[in-house]
């Protein structure tokens, strides 16, 4: 897939605060959609979540 999407870059845990430092936008398309990253930036993790995660909703608290 060419289309991007977001990802848990390094490991959080649960009821950390979403980053710059821990999300990024890469490919492939599995998480959701880049134009969320703004929205997502200071929510917390609903559960711990490996690096390297797809991030989706279900994952925000």
């Known amino acids: 897939m060419l289309r ?3 990802f848990i870059v390094t490991a ?3 009821g950390e605060v979403f ?5 990024r936008v890469i490919r492939p398309g599995y998480g959701l959609e880049p134009k969320y990253y703004d929205e997502i930036l200071g ?3 609903a559960q711990d979540i ?3 995660t797809p ?5 925000v608290k």
């Not at 980053?19 to 999300?23: A, G, I, R, S, V």
């Open 4 to 6: 991007k999407s977001i």
């Open 12 to 14: 959080v845990k649960k």
């Open 19 to 23: 980053t710059d430092k821990n999300l």
């Open 43 to 45: 929510k917390m993790a």
């Open 50 to 52: 490996e690096e390297g």
């Open 55 to 59: 991030l989706d909703w279900g994952l």
